[in-house]
């Protein structure tokens, strides 16, 4: 059981779209996937047409195989299962608070058997839950809108995973692209030299991505020759290859 997280200091950066997105593409290719909504905003939730609200609270994800098994759910993509966001934010940090590290990851020890692949979609933020993804994941899938201040968001990810001693690689790749816009150009020119980990597959700004919201489903279930549907499928042959 392999195991990535959309993560980014930033918000609206494309986390949420990215994880359904390519959990779905992991799906069509095979792979029992789970997605995991970390965000209380629970729009990757949304996405899937799942209620929110792990019911009886988090206690649920450490109650063992069984309970573990109710508060998961199938979604409409096939392949794909939905571990659904939690109300409060405050029970999740609570749950992982002063625990040992890897903590998401052993939660996950019942179902380890059942998944190839585990996505996590995570909020913005460096917070208690944010460690215990550092320290969970196989990598970091960073999705960056090409601007100059997205770069420094993702120097100080950097910075603060080397002062926390976390080693898991940093993926970076770039959404919500507008190739028509000289400063997207330049500087998504410029990150291959600073990122060699960076994943090359761009994720255009696209009109289908944005319908996600309407239709409620990954972009390939309603527009897989579009140029976002295109995009997305691409970026999963190169996490795949990775991962390989
Ligand atoms: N490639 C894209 N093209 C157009 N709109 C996008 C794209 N990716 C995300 N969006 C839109 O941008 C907003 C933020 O995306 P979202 O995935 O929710 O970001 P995050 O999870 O990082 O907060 C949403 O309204 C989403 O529909
Ligand atoms: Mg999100």
Redesign the pocket.
């Known amino acids: 059981m392999q195991m990535l997280a959309?993560y980014?200091i930033?918000?609206?950066?494309?986390?949420?779209?990215?994880?359904v997105n390519l959990a779905a593409e992991a799906c069509r290719d095979g792979h029992r996937v789970l997605l995991w909504d970390l965000?209380p905003q629970a729009?990757t939730t949304f996405y899937l047409r799942a209620k929110p609200k792990v019911r009886g609270g988090v206690d649920k994800l450490v109650k063992g195989k069984a309970a573990l098994d109710k508060v998961i759910r199938d979604t409409g993509v096939e392949g794909l299962d939905l571990l659904p966001a939690a109300i409060g934010s405050r029970d999740m940090e609570q749950l992982l608070e002063g625990r040992k590290l890897s903590r998401l990851r052993k939660l996950l020890r019942p179902v380890v058997d059942d998944y190839d692949l585990v996505l996590l979609?995570c909020p913005?933020s460096l917070s208690t839950l944010a460690e215990q993804v550092f320290s969970s994941v196989d990598a970091l899938l960073v999705?960056i809108v090409p601007t100059t201040l997205s770069l420094r968001t993702l120097e100080q990810l950097r910075g603060h995973l080397d002062e926390t001693n976390h080693a898991c690689p940093v993926w970076p790749f770039f959404?919500?692209a507008d190739r028509r816009k000289t400063l997207h150009r330049q500087v998504m020119d410029t990150l291959g030299e600073r990122w060699p980990t960076r994943l090359s597959t761009v994720?255009?700004?696209?009109?289908a991505?944005?319908r996600?919201?309407l239709e409620r489903a990954p972009v390939s279930h309603f527009a897989r020759a579009s140029a976002?549907g295109r995009?997305y499928a691409g970026l999963w042959r190169e996490i795949r290859q990775r991962l390989q």
């Open positions: 959309l980014s930033k918000g609206g950066v494309g986390k949420t779209a990215s994880a965000d729009a979609d913005p999705p959404t919500l994720i255009p700004n696209a009109s991505v944005e996600m919201g976002g995009a």
